[in-house]
């Protein structure tokens, strides 16, 4: 029995190391060149810049959506590749929405990384159950040490627009921070 006890015990560690390099190995997405990409801001959320590829362009549209929101909104978009919109969150937390689980989710990956001096909690998933090839959503909520938040929300058609997305939520940066 004595020698079971120290078996069954290295094969749980062995598990549970495999389980977590699997998850470690895990990224949001790869890091892409930004280099080409366009410097872009927004009137409609002030006080913020990233980095897009230079296909995406102001939404004109959105803007009759974002006329109903409370939160001040600002979106682009690339013809029908993709999407993403910066929501200047409330300070009242009890106004945020949660970012969504990965119940019900296939394709589901949350990570959380530094962005300048931020955290960005990221969430992207497949939309529909069981696709690799998308549609993809990318959810993502960066939080500033002194409290202030921006919501990023984005659609993507295929792979290499959920990459760019995912790269252009890490360019995000506050003016001053």
Request: one cysteine or more; a positive charge; charged letters at 25%.
């Amino acid at each position: 029995m004595t020698l079971r006890q120290p078996a069954s015990l290295a094969l749980a560690g062995v598990l549970l190391v495999a389980s977590a390099s699997a998850v470690t190995a895990q990224s949001c997405a790869a890091r892409l060149d930004v280099a080409d990409w366009a410097l872009v801001r927004s009137a409609d959320v002030p006080g913020f810049t990233l980095r897009l590829p230079r296909a995406f362009t102001r939404d004109s549209t959105a803007a009759a959506s974002a006329a109903l929101a409370k939160s001040r909104t600002a979106w682009w978009v690339d013809a029908t590749r993709g999407r993403l919109g910066l929501i200047r969150s409330a300070h009242d937390s009890s106004a945020r929405t949660e970012l969504v689980s990965a119940v019900g989710r296939s394709g589901y990956l949350r990570c959380e990384e530094r962005v300048g001096s931020a955290v960005a909690v990221i969430v992207h998933y497949d939309v529909a159950q069981g696709s690799q090839n998308g549609p993809f959503v990318v959810r993502a909520r960066i939080r500033w040490p002194d409290g202030e938040e921006l919501d990023i929300r984005g659609d993507a058609s295929d792979r290499e627009r959920l990459a760019q997305l995912l790269t252009a939520v890490r360019t995000i940066r506050r003016s001053g921070a």
